[in-house]
């Protein structure tokens, strides 16, 4: 499964919307990005999946680009709650392995 | 009540004990997983089971074995605990989608401490 690349920490205010980036550059046709978050040290909650196309649900959107190289999570009005830890995973369409790298600490600011 | 439970929640033992997690799920769910998690990492996969005759090995199994006793069972040993395996440990379901995406659901955890 290919393995992703992201910021270590980023802040947004409240309110506003945070725009979360990841790189997978190794990524094969049939396997998608999976976004994960873990609220300090909770079990990680799934937000949002995609293959190709955008995606959007209540959580929250995601954009992957046109070669799929790269995609970003999007939390259009963050609240303190959204103040986690959130994984890109990028996993064949089997599932069986999940590599959740060190994901990016978002820390919503009031 | 919870999908995804872990027992104990919280546990703290010697080097050299032998120690059992256990994870149950009353999703109905045939695949289970064991990961780790080491403080400021990600989670790395340990084992996972496919199906109660189905068991593989992760991306770190050493010092690990697993026994997947029913559908709705999947426990985690530690034959010899030893003081690097001090981590938390959480468990996971899923299910493959008609879409062919496999959503993890997961435990709240278990914190394991080897002294």
């Known amino acids: 499964d290919a393995k992703t690349t992201q910021p270590p920490s980023m802040d947004c205010a409240e309110g506003r919307a945070a725009n979360l980036p990841c790189n997978h550059s190794?990524?094969?046709?049939?396997?998608?990005v999976y976004w994960y978050r873990q609220i300090h040290s909770q079990g990680p909650q799934y937000i949002i999946h995609g293959l190709k196309n955008n995606e959007t649900n209540e959580m929250a959107s995601l954009i992957i680009t046109e070669d799929r190289k790269s995609s970003t999570l999007i939390l259009p009005h963050a609240t303190l709650r959204d103040t986690a830890v959130y994984y890109c995973?990028?996993?064949?369409?089997?599932?069986?392995?999940?590599?959740f790298g060190t994901g990016t600490s978002l820390t919503v600011i009031p | 009540d919870a999908d995804v439970t872990q027992t104990p929640r919280n546990r703290i033992t010697k080097t050299g004990k032998r120690i059992m997690l256990e994870c149950s799920q009353t999703?109905?769910?045939?695949?289970m997983y064991w990961y780790r998690q080491d403080p400021g990492l990600g989670l790395r996969l340990i084992y996972y089971s496919f199906d109660v005759k189905d068991i593989n090995k992760g991306e770190i199994s050493d010092g690990y074995s697993v026994s997947r006793q029913a559908q709705a069972k999947f426990s985690l040993s530690l034959e010899s605990a030893i003081p690097n395996q001090t981590a938390l440990y959480f468990c996971a379901t899923s299910e493959p989608a008609s879409g062919g995406y496999n959503e993890q659901f997961f435990g709240p955890g278990t914190r394991l401490t080897v002294l």
């Open positions: 190794t990524i094969s046709g049939n396997e998608y």
């Open positions: 999703k109905g769910h045939d695949r």
């Open positions: 995973i990028v996993s064949h369409n089997t599932g069986n392995q999940f590599y």
